[in-house]
């Protein structure tokens, strides 16, 4: 990379200029404050809980069988470790 401040032609990657020593290492142009963290965690919170009611609502509109929230217990019989299935 070039020097900004002598034009020396510097190895990709170092600190500084070999020739008069300027800093090379430029400063992100843009660092998130704490107000853009508030803001992207507020608006990730807003986004899962408002998903959260989406799709439960969604689940409650289909049809039965599938909008059930348990399984019955007789359709997992190997779930219950007291009762064995009759071979
Ligand atoms: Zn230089």
């Given amino acids: 990379m070039k020097c900004t401040n002598c034009g020396q ?3 990709p990657n170092v ?3 070999k020739k008069c020593g300027t800093d090379l290492t430029l400063p992100p142009p843009w660092f998130p404050g704490w107000r853009w963290h508030l803001k992207a965690l507020s608006w990730i919170y ?3 809980i408002a998903g959260f ?3 439960s ?7 039965p069988p599938y909008n059930q929230r348990q399984i019955p217990a007789e359709m997992t019989p190997w779930l219950n470790p007291h ?4 071979p």
């Fill in 53 to 55: 009611f989406v799709i």
């Fill in 15 to 17: 600190r500084f200029c």
């Fill in 9 to 11: 032609e510097n190895r």
């Fill in 83 to 86: 009762k064995v299935p009759a």
């Fill in 46 to 48: 807003l986004s899962v």
């Fill in 57 to 63: 609502y969604l689940l409650h509109q289909l049809k």
